[in-house]
């Protein structure tokens, strides 16, 4: 492991650190007793078939990567639900540096180099951003109940910041599209002075720019933006499902109530440490105890199961697939590694 990267999980670490501490201290009255009780009464089949819509999502991901791949090959969704599986096994695993695994694995299977398949990977986060800024903004504005939680003045202004941010996002990426070349020369100038910052921020953009031109058709993107929004749909039904298996209050929650506390959840992950998580168990259980008004000890089980839920359960079926695949996730951290360090470069 490089030291940028034992730095940067000791970042994560120190700041996970410093939430669970505040946590802590805000919790002092902590009844464990009463954490044993709400385990107990947990309705475990709900929480299945929560974790059966992340394998169905999983599924999607699947087709909407085949549809990206269409430029430069056809492929069978199902020939991919390999990689995406085992990807995000990596990930769970890996953390952060399990990002990687999925283009890497698919450019290995597919025989094409892995900077197309980063590409792809860059397109499919903007999809994901953009299909779960447009469920938490529908949650926040179109939903009675949500106006009704403690603290509801400081949410509009998130959902309109990160509806902001999402068209910014979509405008730069259609203007690197549009005019690739021009800009990369435009850094190269810019920068000419530090001719090794310049080649390699021109180098991104360029990258970038070909991974753009992965949707050279309408329907494509139609297609892509339906599945998207399928897949965070699928994701905020496994929530409203594993909120839903507890007593109340926490059954008492929406469906509204559950897509807001999935973006909660998903702008937590940005801190991720390997195996242990962490920032998403932190915001899950802050959002609920803060906006929701959820006693402390159901918070807690609530969100490590919702964590449990939507991001380790595919351990397993990832860890079959790598058996018949013969992927070793020893020689995937190996190769991660030195395929970020390569893009660092």
């Not at 269409?70 to 540096?97: C, E, I, S, Y």
């Not at 399928?230 to 109340?248: E, N």
């Not at 359960?313 to 590694?337: D, K, N």
Request: charged letters at 15%; aromatic letters at 12%; proline letters at 3%.
């Amino acid at each position: 492991m490089s030291k940028k990267q034992v730095l940067f999980l000791i970042l994560v670490a120190a700041v996970l650190g410093i939430l669970v501490y505040l946590q802590v201290q805000h919790w002092r009255k902590f009844d464990w007793e009463e954490f044993g009780d709400q385990i107990e009464n947990i309705q475990w089949g709900k929480v299945v078939v929560g974790v059966l819509l992340i394998y169905a999502a999983d599924a999607l991901r699947a087709l909407r990567w085949a549809i990206l791949l269409k430029p430069v090959r056809r492929v069978r969704a199902r020939d991919l639900v390999g990689t995406q599986v085992v990807g995000f096994t990596g990930l769970a695993l890996l953390g952060r540096f399990g990002e990687l695994v999925r283009p890497y694995l698919t450019a290995r299977k597919l025989n094409l180099s892995f900077s197309s398949q980063m590409a792809v990977w860059s397109v499919e986060r903007i999809f994901d951003t953009g299909a779960v800024a447009v469920l938490i903004s529908f949650a926040l504005f179109s939903s009675v109940s949500v106006k009704q939680l403690d603290h509801y003045q400081m949410l509009p202004r998130l959902g309109i910041g990160l509806v902001l941010l999402v068209l910014l996002g979509i405008i730069v990426a259609y203007l690197i599209r549009r005019f690739n070349a021009h800009i990369a020369q435009v850094i190269e100038k810019s920068f000419g002075r530090f001719p090794a910052l310049a080649h390699k921020l021109a180098s991104k953009v360029t990258a970038f720019g070909e991974g753009l031109n992965t949707l050279n058709d309408v329907r494509s993107f139609l297609a892509c933006t339906g599945i998207s929004l399928a897949i965070w749909g699928l994701v905020s039904v496994t929530y409203y499902l594993v909120t839903h298996a507890y007593p109340a209050p926490l059954n008492q929650l929406t469906w509204t109530h559950a897509t807001l506390l999935m973006g909660f959840s998903v702008a937590g992950g940005v801190l991720q440490l390997p195996v242990v998580g962490g920032g998403s168990q932190v915001m899950t259980i802050t959002a609920l105890s803060y906006f929701y008004a959820i006693p402390n000890e159901m918070a807690v089980s609530c969100g490590i199961l919702l964590w449990l839920t939507t991001f380790m359960t595919i351990i397993p079926l990832g860890l079959i697939y790598a058996h018949f695949e013969h992927v070793s996730f020893r020689q995937l951290s190996r190769e991660a590694q030195k395929t970020e360090e390569s893009l660092a470069s």
